[in-house]
C-alpha cells in the first residue's frame, strides 16, 4: 500500500517559489507519480507527472516554471515551482499508482488524469498573492 504526504505549501507573492514534496511509503520507484492541484469551485486537474522510466508530462500553463523530479531512495516526489502566478493557487495533491500492464505511450496519454490513480495524500495549500 502506497501512502502519498505532501509537505512544502504555503503563501508566497506573484514571481516566488515554492518546493513541494511527497513522501511515499511503499516501493515507488517503478510507480507513475504526479502533481495534482484544484482550485475553490474548479474541478482538479493535472498538473506534472513522472513515469517509472523517468519521463515527465507537464500540463501546458506550468511548462517552464515548475520541475517535477523524484529520488527513488528516499521515496520521495518533488515539485519545484517558480515564477508563481496567482492562478497557481490551490491545494496541491500527490498521486501513485503503478499502471500495471500499461504501456509507456499509454502511461503518457493517462498521465495527468486523475482517474488513472489509486494513491492519493491529502494535499498541501499553495496559495499566490498578486
Known amino acids: 500500500q502506497v501512502q502519498p504526504v505532501e509537505s512544502g505549501g504555503g503563501s508566497v507573492q506573484a514571481g516566488g517559489s515554492l518546493k513541494l514534496s511527497c513522501v511515499a511509503s511503499?516501493?515507488?520507484?517503478?510507480?507513475?507519480m504526479g502533481w495534482f492541484r484544484q482550485a475553490p469551485g474548479k474541478e482538479r486537474e493535472g498538473v506534472a507527472s513522472?513515469?517509472?522510466?523517468?519521463?515527465?508530462t507537464y500540463v501546458e500553463s506550468v511548462k517552464g516554471r515548475f520541475t517535477i523530479s523524484k529520488d527513488n531512495a528516499k521515496n520521495t516526489l518533488y515539485l519545484q515551482m517558480n515564477s508563481l502566478k496567482p492562478e497557481d493557487t490551490g491545494m496541491y495533491f500527490c498521486?501513485?499508482?503503478?499502471?500495471?500492464?500499461?504501456?509507456?505511450?499509454?502511461?503518457?496519454?493517462?498521465?495527468?488524469?486523475?482517474?488513472?490513480?489509486?494513491?492519493w495524500g491529502q494535499g498541501t495549500q499553495v496559495t499566490v498573492s498578486s
Open positions: 511503499g516501493f515507488i520507484y517503478s510507480y507513475c
Open positions: 498521486a501513485a499508482d503503478q499502471f500495471a500492464g500499461k504501456s509507456s505511450k499509454l502511461i503518457s496519454l493517462l498521465a495527468l488524469d486523475d482517474g488513472s490513480y489509486n494513491y
Open positions: 513522472i513515469a517509472g522510466d523517468g519521463s515527465t
